[in-house]
T-cell receptor, first 109, second 116 residues
């Protein structure tokens, strides 16, 4: 089993739609979780951290389910500018981060 | 303006060439990283420097040689590369204890390398 696993997509959604991505991780001792966004031919940029209690930043909501070992990212009211690849990142209680392969989102008019 | 800058942004080199990638971070971090990103693959961690000492070398071929002269600068020296080494090379920085208290890493814009 991969340490961090994501559905590669693409997820094709119309503007205004709500879309959700999940990411599963294998190490139950993992402590820190993040979502990064990567635009085409650009570097990954931190979108948000994922806290145990869940967190929200505008249209974006991140949640952690420790029992089932997954994190999720919900995007409401999708914009064309949300089109990107979303990377799930996990710290498996070590000094390095493990990146997923990313889920590609394409928002169309 | 990004806190991590990389040069050059694009590099084309022959298999017999020697070149270097440069990275500078302006975030006051004390750990720096080189990652490789190839098409349809997850980011691959190549090297980690913490407080200017190399703490990780993920079985990277010796044709890649890192150098960290101080906590703000990181180089990746390249020589006798192969076409399969063509990829996006990303530099990143963080506070030393990545993951602790939610510390995470910040990337530079990357250097697109093509080996011909």
């Amino acid at each position: 089993r991969k340490e961090v696993e994501q559905d590669p997509g693409p997820f094709n959604v119309p503007e205004g739609a709500t879309v959700a991505f999940n990411c599963t991780y294998s190490n139950s001792a993992s402590q820190s979780f993040f979502w990064y966004r990567q635009d085409c031919r650009k570097e990954p940029k931190l979108l948000m951290s994922v806290y145990s209690s869940g967190n929200e930043d505008g249209r974006f909501t991140a949640q952690l389910n420790r029992a089932s070992q997954y994190i999720s990212l919900l995007i409401r009211d999708s914009k064309l500018s949300d089109s990107a690849t979303y990377l799930c990142v996990v710290n498996p209680n070590t000094d390095k981060l493990i990146f997923g392969t990313g889920t590609r989102l394409q928002v169309f008019p | 303006e990004t806190g991590v800058t990389q040069t050059p942004r694009h590099l084309v080199m022959g298999m017999t060439n020697k070149k270097s990638l440069k990275c500078e971070q302006h975030l006051g971090h004390n750990a720096m990283y080189w990652y490789k990103q190839s098409a349809k693959k997850p980011l691959e961690l190549m090297f980690v420097y913490s407080l200017e000492e190399r703490v990780e070398n993920n079985s990277v071929p010796s044709r890649f040689s890192p150098e960290c002269p101080n906590s703000s600068h990181l180089f990746l020296h390249l020589h006798t590369l192969q076409p399969e080494d063509s990829a996006l090379y990303l530099c990143a920085s963080s506070q030393e204890d990545v993951g602790v208290s939610g510390n995470t890493i910040y990337f530079g814009e990357g250097s697109w390398l093509t080996v011909v």
